[in-house]
């Protein structure tokens, strides 16, 4: 075995502190029984009951004992590693010992908060504490690798997220390398006509910081870009991002516009436009974008397809198109990522009893946010599918693949919001119009939220409690002829109603980005359930990954709206600022080592870590730990068939001394038992 | 014997096959320097001694004791408590006194299925009255006893203290010849024997340090049995999907059958470091596994991942082929805890 461990006889000087955290371990658990029965073990010197260990008393209940006791190693018995595993490292750190000499039995999580049985918990929380005992005792002192943090950020996703965290962080004057995937920055935000429950102008609040973020000499603006290799870690990340060819010179630019003006192929804008307007094969998804520079779009260009055209080429008066343009791929290094690639939109084609995409007058929400637009297809006038008829009445629908158990199970959180918006729009630009809010629950929280809602139900909308259940333009009496009817259960009443109405909005909830799970991997952190990126700690650290150095803000951490998603922008770039100014961070010391003169060279491991850090010497036969690289997650501990791989403080010892001590009542030794039948 | 001054040798075999005994005999000329540097104190295999001449002799009489075999029943627990008795120097020779190789194997049943198998479902053996072998039968002349059959296979050193385990199944000729002559060097020339308890007759690392084949990074699709496939006689056997325990398993052998196209049986144990060996071996083998991708259903996957794994005809034998007995697993259950 590997471990320096002294042999049992050189006893370690335990000390364990049960934690009482106030009722919720105490309300459950004997933590006195535990405590005396904990002392038994002949290594423990001192075992001790408090009332809440994290306070500062209870620290220098650790301090004191280890100075006055001779303590060698420590054991606190209280909630949850995530939650204070550092605070009690650095009381044992002041109390003169190695930090990594102390280990952490969850007895709260793991024990009181599972189960309301006393006994049982009582047992539990013996066996979590016994199997820390006779782990702590073959812990070895560790000291933290410290690494430089390179100042600049990537921040993938130019969205007002991503345009948040670029602009705090260059306006502190730390450079920014801002990608985002298509043409010009803005995201969702640019799509949107006004915001809820202030109705400001989405544009006018949003250009202005887009024009900082393409003024600002500290950001390097990749727009049309895509991050394809990210290696490294903390403080020292190397980036590779491919600058998409879009055809255009953009030092030759000068955003005059003519090329997409004279540009004869018209091509149904689906990004942008969300399909109900044109762009051209050349285009900016809207006069404000930014970078100016058109994109042009390969697949569609009469050119490209055809050999003729050339119109934009002749018509450029600074000669900056370029269909010779190819893809470029740039590397550079930054210590922090910050991602903010938002969502995707739930496709109601997936509900086809709401009829979208076959029924002409079901639009979806954001069909209607761009055609409510002034700047959309119809300059803001509500009409329906035929391009000139103003519709009568209109039918709004919550939660369109939200709160479904055949969608996604989660509320998305904005859609009662922008569904009251669009009740306010109608009723604004169509005075006359009936409007039906058809939702399951009302949920506005927020500031101004309620008192939005509370305006609409002044303004004459009708609200029906009830989740529809159908969309169809098969009548039943002349009053339906020619409408679409809304069949929902009005549970506020008790009845079945059936609505006729002439235009449908789908109010479609938030999803994760369809690619979401791809850029988890490239960036190594993790998506939940639903396809969202993983927080840290849902609480404590919501714009944190469990990746160091990784940073998550705005929808793509899960639904939100834009007052959430611009405070997670401004979160994640002090996060990074912190560590900028910190300069270097101290590593977890957690890292996996190979013993290279007891290795075979099977390389078993070669291919296992998601890290890359290990590497093959073809002159030596034997595989190599980068330890910076290395995350200590242990893959290859565990994979090394001939255990040269050490996983420092999670040693095979360690490990094996950890069960065995949890098992400690179940130990029914098979061999020294009665052997004869 | 008559007293000459000589150190004293024994070899004992308790469950075993004999096979340790014949490695021995395979030092070739040598053996008749073992011969003249010892007396042959007890060696059923080769001499004639019957235990109470064992009993008779005082305790420590004997200077090295290799003992082959697994402890399989009360018997063999008997010999070896006597022997360790009789015995200065007791060794733990070849892979079932070390970790209980093909005998502990039956820890994978029970003592009823076993005897079932061996006495009723045996296709060799016509058995319509259902005898099973007794502890005591009375007979006209009295009482006869056979020794008690254990539920539970174990090592030499799960039952007496061991001064040093060769691993091996069995241990190679050279091997044995160099541990001799270190004991004869310590015996007559008064060098350091290695620290007690540790392993003899082998290497430190895994296999495939002495092994020549090409070793690559590992991705494995499927494996096969060795019928199945023509290896290609450089690359890592492993690679192309040959179950080779060489990767968990002490050096030593030369990686004898590597070397002929045959995966390391796992004779030699785990390497230092490793305590279960099938375990590390499955890790392992469990880690470079690529059938699939991650996209995939998972539903799809773990059919795939079964498929993959069904290529490998009895893991729990394949890779606990010799040390079942120091494995964590120790035994499948046997009903009311008893063991």
């Known amino acids: ?677 | 014997m008559t007293e000459n001054g000589k150190p004293k040798l024994a070899m004992y075999w308790a469950s075993s096959c004999g096979g340790c005994e014949i490695s021995v005999l395979n030092i070739h000329e040598n053996i008749l320097t073992v011969d003249e540097v010892f007396d042959i104190a007890f060696f059923p295999c080769i001499a004639d001694f019957k235990i109470k001449d064992v009993e008779a002799y005082p305790d420590g009489y004997i200077d090295i004791c290799l003992f082959n075999g697994a402890i399989r029943n009360s018997e063999n627990e008997e010999m070896a408590q006597l022997l360790r008795q009789k015995s200065k120097v007791l060794v733990a020779f070849g892979s079932c006194a070390y970790e209980g190789c093909i005998p502990a194997l039956s820890n994978l049943t029970t003592k009823k299925a076993t005897f079932e198998k061996v006495y009723f479902n045996n296709p060799t053996i016509d058995n319509p009255d259902r005898i099973l072998p007794q502890h005591s039968t009375e007979v006209a002349e009295g009482e006869l006893t056979l020794p008690h059959f254990y539920h539970t296979v174990k090592s030499l050193d799960q039952v007496v203290e061991v001064d040093y385990f060769i691993p091996g199944c069995p241990p190679e000729p050279p091997q044995i010849w160099a541990v001799l002559q270190v004991v004869i060097g310590a015996l007559t020339a008064g060098q350091p024997l290695p620290p007690a308890g540790s392993i003899i007759g082998a290497g430190t690392m895994a296999l495939c340090d002495e092994c020549t084949r090409e070793k690559k990074e590992k991705t494995i699709k499927r494996f096969f049995r060795p019928y199945e496939i023509q290896p290609n006689p450089d690359q890592c056997l492993l690679e192309q999907g040959i179950i080779c325990m060489g990767i968990a398993t002490r050096s030593g052998c030369g990686a004898l059958c590597p070397s002929v196209g045959i995966g390391c049986r796992g004779c030699y144990g785990p390497p230092d470091g490793v305590e279960d060996q099938g375990a590390k071996m499955l890790s392992a083998i469990a880690s470079v596994l690529d059938v699939g991708h991650e996209s995939m259903d998972e539903d799809v996957l773990e059919e795939l991942i079964q498929e993959a794994v069904d290529t490998i005809a009895d893991p729990a034998g394949t890779f606990y082929r010799f040390s079942m007995a120091h494995s964590i697993l120790k035994r499948v259950k046997n009903g009311k805890g008893a063991a």
Not at chain 1, 264 to 273: A, F, L, T
Request: negative net charge; contains cysteine.
């Open chain 1, 1 to 677: 075995m590997t471990d320096q461990k002294k042999s049992p006889a050189e006893q370690e000087k335990v000390g364990v502190y049960i934690c009482h955290c106030g009722s919720n371990i105490a309300g459950t658990i004997n933590v006195e029984e535990v405590a005396q029965w904990a002392e038994k073990n002949p290594n423990v010197v001192v075992a001790r009951n408090y009332e809440f260990m994290c306070s500062s008393t209870g620290q220098e209940l650790i301090e004191n004992d280890i100075k006055e006791k001779g303590l060698t190693r420590i054991v606190v018995a209280s909630c949850s590693p995530h939650m204070h595993e550092k605070t009690f490292r650095e009381a044992t750190e002041r109390g003169g010992l190695n930090p990594f000499l102390f280990e952490m039995a969850n007895i709260r999580e793991h024990g009181s908060w599972a189960t309301n049985d006393k006994e049982a918990a009582t047992s539990k929380a013996k066996a979590l504490v016994n199997g820390a005992v006779e782990r702590v005792v073959h812990h070895a002192p560790l000291e933290k690798i410290p690494v430089d943090i390179n100042p600049n950020t990537l921040i993938v996703g130019g969205g007002i997220a991503g345009i948040t965290a670029a602009l705090e962080l260059a306006e502190g004057g730390h450079h920014v390398y801002l990608v985002e995937r298509e043409g010009t920055i803005g995201g969702r935000m640019a799509q949107i006509d006004k915001t809820f429950p202030t109705l400001d102008c989405s544009a006018c609040i949003l250009t202005p910081k887009m024009v900082d973020v393409g003024q600002n000499d500290n950001i390097t603006l990749l727009t049309y870009s895509e991050v394809e290799s990210v290696e490294g870690y903390i403080g020292n990340f190397n980036i590779t991002v491919r600058k998409k060819a879009r055809c255009v010179t953009e030092e030759l630019c000068t955003s005059c516009g003519i090329c997409e003006e004279k540009c004869p192929q018209k091509v149904i804008d689906e990004n942008y436009g969300a399909g109900i307007s044109y762009r051209k094969a050349i285009y900016r998804s809207f006069p404000q974008a930014v970078p100016g520079y058109p994109v042009l779009d390969k697949e569609n260009c009469t050119y490209f397809q055809t050999g003729k055209c050339k119109v934009c080429e002749q018509v450029c008066p600074t000669e900056a198109i370029d269909y010779e343009q190819e893809d470029k791929v740039i590397t550079f290094d930054v210590g922090n990522i910050i991602l903010a690639t938002g969502y995707d939109l739930f496709d109601a084609r997936q509900i086809p009893q709401y009829g979208y995409g076959r029924l002409a007058n079901v639009f979806s929400s954001l069909e209607f946010e761009r055609m409510v637009n002034a700047s959309g297809p119809t300059a803001g006038h509500i009409v329906l599918r035929d391009g000139v008829t103003e519709p009568e009445s209109i039918a709004i629908v919550h939660c369109v693949g939200s709160r479904d158990q055949n969608h996604n199970e989660y509320c998305s959180k904005v859609c009662c919001m922008y569904s009251l918006k669009f009740a306010h729009l109608v009723h604004e630009h169509l005075p006359d119009a009936e409007v039906y809010n058809f939702y399951i629950d009302m949920r506005t929280p927020g500031k101004g939220y309620e008192e939005f809602y509370h305006r609409l139900l002044n303004e004459g909308t009708h609200f029906i409690r009830g989740r529809v259940a159908e969309i169809t333009d098969a009548d039943r009496h002349p009053g339906e002829e020619g409408k679409l009817i809304v069949q929902a259960e009005n549970t506020l009443l008790g009845i079945q109603q059936r609505t006729p109405v002439d235009m449908v909005i789908l109010s479609a909830g938030i999803e994760a980005r369809h690619d979401a799970e791809d850029v988890s991997k490239l960036f190594k952190m993790g998506c939940d359930h639903d396809g969202f990126f993983n927080e840290r700690h849902p609480k404590l650290a919501p714009v944190s990954t469990m990746t160091d150095g990784v940073f998550i803000a705005g929808a793509c951490q899960g639904p939100k709206d834009i007052p959430d998603t611009v405070a997670q922008g401004g979160a994640a770039a002090s996060q990074v600022a912190k560590l900028i100014s910190q300069g270097t961070v101290l590593m977890e010391p957690v890292r996996a080592s190979i013993r290279e003169e007891e290795c075979s060279g099977c390389r078993i491991c070669n291919t296992l870590c998601p890290y890359n850090a290990i590497e093959f010497d073809e002159e030596k036969f034997v595989s190599r730990v980068i330890t910076a690289l290395c995350q200590g997650c242990g893959t290859c501990v565990a994979a090394c068939p001939s255990g040269v791989i050490d996983g420092a403080h999670f040693t095979y010892t360690q490990v094996m001394a950890e069960l065995k001590g949890v098992l400690w009542d179940v130990q029914s030794d098979v061999l020294t038992k009665q052997e004869v039948a």
